[in-house]
């Protein structure tokens, strides 16, 4: 069984950043990937995916703002997020592009001053 690890998340102002990490434990060179949220009462939402070669979608809420990332030598996918605002506050996983594997445990990110 796949297992996910995320990281980094926190407490942060608004209008700072945060970077996020997840550990994946088998390979992910042949998976899209991506990086969801779900906030108290919301469904779980996509707001950002990195394709197997490389290209990056975004929510239209977080377009210019989040970076996905992935290193496959490491198994790692990141989000740099910035700019936060308080409506992105929310638990944060990472998955595949389509939800293929069981969710880890999710990070925490609170935007509040």
């Known amino acids: 069984q796949v297992q996910l690890v995320e990281s980094g998340g926190g407490l942060v102002q608004p209008g700072g950043s945060l970077r996020l990490s997840c550990a994946v434990s088998r390979s992910i060179f042949m998976y899209g990937m991506g990086w969801y949220r779900q906030a108290p009462g919301n469904e779980r939402e996509l707001v950002a995916a990195?394709?197997?070669?490389?290209?990056?979608n975004y929510a239209d809420s977080v377009k210019g703002r989040f970076t996905i990332s992935k290193d496959n030598a490491k198994k790692m996918v990141y989000l740099q997020m910035s700019s936060l605002k308080p409506e992105d506050t929310a638990v944060y996983y990472c998955?595949?592009?389509?939800?293929?594997?069981?969710w880890g445990q999710g990070t925490q990110v609170i935007v509040s001053s």
């Open positions: 990195i394709s197997s070669p490389g290209t990056t």
């Open positions: 998955n595949t592009d389509r939800r293929g594997w069981t």
